[in-house]
């Protein structure tokens, strides 16, 4: 079974029909840069642009950057326009592409859910924390195998900012950091999730996670179990498509 997936980043929006049997893409990606501002409408347009790449027909599932209520309902918009709040995605981008039937889900949570049905979490119980890193960071926290929503733990406050202001990949590559530089970082952002959800689990996901054996060495002091996400940074595109086969 294949259903389109389509994951919204503040850098880029990648797409690909999705094999919901192997939890993997049946064909390559497609990527578009994410219009700046990222306002709705612009978004919106290149979602469809993926999505007409491959003259996809049937349900698309997207993933979006912030907290999404009733499937639907944008609550933040941390790096996209914030215009987005209160819009109501599901219509927008079903409108945008042309009637087909769209759901949309916490970007961090549709990368836990493909994590824990086909990666790195599967078969996982107690509490498995995921974070992705990337030009925010994103959190799927699951207790035995359950989702808690919406969690958004890249906003906790570290050294008296936003914590992915210190420790995201965009703040690596905006201070020009070295990778010890940024797992120091993590380490202490790492630490005090910790200290607040006592995981048995940490999945390191987002773009990084392809480049794992540069940083996690550098990560000490930390209790729970660390690894990388085994699907890298096509999770998004697989568990926005796993939860639009589920509404569907």
Do not use: C
């Amino acid at each position: 079974m294949q259903i389109f997936g389509v994951d919204i980043g503040g850098s880029g929006i990648k797409g690909a029909p999705v094999d919901l049997d192997r939890g993997d893409l049946a064909e390559e990606r497609f990527k578009v840069l994410t219009p700046h501002p990222a306002t709705p409408d612009g978004v919106a347009d290149g979602v469809r642009q993926v999505v007409e790449h491959f003259g996809w027909a049937g349900p698309v599932g997207l993933t979006f950057p912030g907290v999404v209520t009733g499937g639907s309902t944008i609550r933040t918009a941390a790096n996209v326009d914030k215009s987005w709040v209160d819009v109501d995605a599901r219509a927008l981008f079903t409108e945008r592409l042309g009637g087909l039937a769209t759901t949309v889900v916490n970007d961090a949570d549709a990368a836990g859910v493909a994590e824990m049905n086909f990666g790195a979490g599967r078969g996982r119980r107690g509490t498995v924390i995921l974070l992705t890193f990337g030009t925010g960071i994103g959190s799927a926290v699951f207790v035995d195998g359950e989702l808690v929503p919406n969690t958004e733990l890249g906003h906790l406050e570290l050294g008296g900012h936003d914590a992915e202001k210190r420790a995201s990949s965009k703040a690596k590559d905006d201070g020009e950091l070295t990778w010890e530089h940024w797992a120091r970082r993590v380490t202490k952002y790492l630490a005090h999730v910790e200290m607040l959800f006592s995981p048995e689990l940490f999945i390191i996901g987002g773009g990084v996670s392809r480049k794992s054996e540069k940083f996690l060495h550098f990560i000490e002091g930390i209790q729970a179990e660390i690894v990388p996400a085994q699907l890298q940074n096509n999770a998004g595109i697989v568990g926005a498509a796993m939860r639009a086969a589920k509404d569907g």
